[in-house]
């Protein structure tokens, strides 16, 4: 049998089909009417329901039909507009950047999931998924693709969360984001375009192009990166010296550079040691102001403000170019080791955010 293309029963095959009868000019004028009139029904149903979704795109119509319901899964489970409106009110806190508190929540929830200082990233990255908009957060729009909620989790990968519930979309959005932060050894960057393009491809353009992997990615996801991260060539403010829509401290995981050659490095909690020649040139992790310069012995500390709450302390320097209140760029130099290349030299790598010191290892790239 084969399938009715309009949608309605299956009709007989061709070799099943009867035989034919001459058609009159009335018969078929007839018929072109009955069509026409059956025609006409789903096209204005379509048109209805393509006016009913513009209508919730800006979220003005999303309670205004309390007795319809509106599919917020890809399942047949639905909920009635006055219960979509009644899970906004819990969530309403009157403030006017943050009127459903889904803001402050999704920074809470990376803070604890993914780690401390990943709040504002996080907040950036779901303001792009979703836009905070409610008919997005319920579920009543859904991505091209298919991407439900908050998070913009695709179902088929998520068939377990409730999408059209924001706490459920963060935390699974926060989960996800640490699992690639980790695949990726702290890489914001290679992270984010996981997220939105998917581990899978990320990985191969990176086996394939190497550095230049941001270059082969899809033009959406380049779009999306540079709207959370800023572009992979930062612009600067010559009047800060800093990274211009560069996120967080200049953002958190994978946000600074490796400050010195080494041929080894040790670890503890809150601190990365750089083995490296003597005389070697220690270059700033990232766009910062100068804090202070300390002597002690024979090695000196520098204290480098980043912004947005993010320090950062080298120690260990034997010279230090720039003086305290100096602003420098990523990669701009600050000093040298101590010795000369046949000496052994050693580098104290700090990071701290909001005054709470970190793993370093968190959010320095890998040379």
Do not use: C
């Amino acid at each position: 049998m084969a399938t009715d293309p309009i949608g309605g029963a299956s009709r007989p095959a061709a070799s099943e089909a009867p035989a034919a009868r001459p058609a009159t000019s009335a018969a078929v004028e007839q018929f072109a009417a009955v069509l026409t009139r059956h025609l006409d029904r789903p096209r204005s149903e379509i048109a209805n329901v393509r006016a009913e979704i513009a209508s919730f795109r800006g979220g003005a119509a999303l309670f205004a039909q309390p007795d319809r319901a509106i599919p917020v899964t890809s399942d047949s489970t639905s909920v009635a507009p006055r219960d979509a409106a009644a899970l906004a009110a819990r969530y309403a806190t009157g403030d006017v950047d943050d009127p459903y508190g889904w803001r402050e929540m999704a920074r809470d929830t990376a803070e604890q999931v993914i780690g401390p200082g990943y709040g504002p990233l996080f907040e950036r990255q779901i303001g792009q998924e979703s836009g905070f908009a409610p008919d997005v957060v319920f579920g009543i729009r859904r991505s091209s693709a298919g991407a439900e909620g908050i998070a913009q989790l695709m179902p088929q990968y998520y068939p377990t969360v409730d999408r059209s519930n924001p706490e459920a979309g963060l935390l699974a959005g926060a989960q996800t984001m640490r699992h690639y932060l980790t695949a990726w050894d702290g890489d914001v960057r290679k992270a984010l375009a996981s997220y939105n393009a998917g581990l899978g491809r990320v990985r191969s353009l990176v086996e394939a192009h190497s550095d230049n992997w941001e270059q082969a990615l899809p033009t959406e996801t380049k779009h999306y990166l540079a709207a959370i991260v800023g572009s992979d060539t930062p612009q600067y403010d010559p009047a800060t010296a800093s990274e211009v829509a560069v996120f967080g401290g200049r953002g958190p995981g994978g946000v600074l550079s490796t400050p010195v050659e080494a041929t080894s490095t040790r670890s503890g909690p809150s601190w990365l040691d750089y083995f490296a020649a003597g005389g070697g040139e220690v270059r700033s992790p990232s766009s910062a102001q100068v804090v202070s310069v300390d002597q002690i012995g024979a090695f000196h500390s520098v204290l480098l403000d980043h912004g947005n709450g993010w320090r950062s302390s080298l120690f260990g320097l034997g010279e230090v170019v720039p003086a305290v209140g100096e602003s420098v760029r990523r990669g701009e130099l600050l000093g040298t080791l101590p010795g000369d290349t046949d000496d052994a030299a050693q580098l104290r790598l700090g990071i701290s955010y909001e005054g709470r010191a970190l793993d370093p290892r968190r959010y320095v790239l890998p040379s």
